[in-house]
Structures are given as structure tokens and as C-alpha cells.
């Protein structure tokens, strides 16, 4: 069973699962930028997800799921490149936070010693 399942893996692709929303008071329709692949831990992050956009998002709405098949395996190379992606702002975040607060200190001790 398990050699037909990666022979089906080969011939038709790895499954995914991505969310599309809709556009409050306008026809227009977007697929989400998160791609889950379709496991018992996919579904469950997908169902995560599902509830922080209902939670959070005002300006869209849920529309539907689709289900997708790729050859090209995208789980864990989207999930590094997010991190990535996060770990750089972080860095960017604290660097802003750090000349900010080196300027206030700048024109602080300025303005006190006029």
C-alpha cells in the first residue's frame, strides 16, 4: 500500500490544501498566501488558521478551501522561508527600536545642557 501511495505521490503530485477569501462588498476573490499540505497536522493548522481570519480579519471573509495537487513539495521550504522572513524583521525591528532610542538620548542630554 505504501509503494502505491508514493507511486501516486510521483505521478500525481504531493496534496495541498489553500483557502480563498472574499472581499467585503466587492466581487473579488484572492487565495491566501498559506499553503497547507494535506495531513492530519496540515488540517489542524489549516483549522487554526481558519479561526485566527475569523478572530482578526474585518475586511475579509472566508469564501472556501480548495484542494490542490503539486509535484513540487512546498511544505517545508514555505515554512523556512516565513521564518526567515520573520527572524529578518525582528532584527530590522530591534535595530529601528535601538537608533530610535539613541537618538532620544542624543537630544535629550542636548536640550538638558542648554
Known amino acids: 500500500m505504501r509503494l502505491v501511495k508514493e507511486i501516486m505521490k510521483l505521478l500525481f503530485g504531493y496534496k495541498y490544501k489553500a483557502v480563498i477569501l472574499k472581499d467585503r462588498g466587492v466581487e473579488r476573490y484572492w487565495i ?8 492530519p497536522v496540515g488540517n489542524a493548522r489549516l483549522n487554526q488558521h481558519l479561526e485566527e481570519l475569523e478572530r482578526s480579519v474585518t475586511a475579509h ?31 530590522a525591528l530591534k ?20
Not at 80 to 87: L, N, Q, S
Open 32 to 39: 491566501c498566501s498559506y499553503v497547507f499540505d494535506d495531513t
Open 61 to 91: 471573509t472566508y469564501y472556501e478551501t480548495v484542494s490542490f495537487r503539486s509535484r513540487h513539495e512546498y511544505g517545508g521550504i514555505l515554512q523556512e522561508k516565513i521564518a526567515e522572513r520573520h527572524r529578518r524583521r525582528d532584527i
Open 95 to 114: 535595530s529601528l527600536r535601538d537608533d530610535a532610542e539613541k537618538m532620544r538620548r542624543y537630544t535629550g542630554s542636548k536640550e538638558k545642557e542648554e
